[in-house]
């Protein structure tokens, strides 16, 4: 028995070395079985393991991408009761996804509190309990600012 990937699946029909395509029942999934015209073949991922369908219509849309419309079910050794037992814990990706959603919520909190603080500028400058810099003011204000800087860098040695 071959092995082939989508792309290799993809190619063999084009070539017209593919003769027919059946969906088996394995386990809680399907495995796509390729006939072709000197053996059989599965459909496996880059990891050279079998392609394992979990929902057949995810089957039948890839199978449509390379150019099948039509194929036999083996509903035989399918067992869709075993699919508890078969998915795997991923703790990693639980991790992975719990930290990107913590990041998420975090970057809304901060939009949040970034325009309150433009809206609360805005509204101060509209209700008079702030008021406009001018040019002079700010000049000052940076020269000040950066000589304080200057005093906090260690001296340098040349």
């Avoid at 849309?61 to 050794?77: F, H, K, S």
């Avoid at 950066?146 to 040695?157: E, I």
């Amino acid at each position: 028995m071959q092995n082939l990937n989508l792309e290799q699946l993809k190619a063999a029909t084009a070539a017209g070395g593919v003769t027919g395509i059946t969906l088996r029942g394995d386990g809680a999934a399907f495995v796509v079985s390729v006939q072709t015209q000197r053996d059989e073949a599965i459909l496996v991922t880059s990891k050279k393991q079998p392609r394992r369908f979990a929902d057949p219509r995810k089957a039948l849309q890839v199978l449509r991408t390379t150019g099948w419309n039509e194929c036999r079910i083996d509903a035989t050794q399918w067992r869709p009761e075993d699919r508890a037992l078969e998915k795997t814990a991923r703790p990693d990706r639980s991790a992975a996804l719990k930290a990107a959603h913590e990041a998420a919520q975090a970057d809304a909190d901060y939009d949040r509190w970034f325009h309150a603080k433009v809206q609360a500028s805005i509204d101060g400058l509209a209700d008079g309990s702030n008021r406009v810099l001018t040019d002079e003011e700010v000049q000052t204000r940076r020269a000040a600012l950066q000589a304080r800087l200057q005093g906090m860098q260690p001296a340098r040695s040349a």
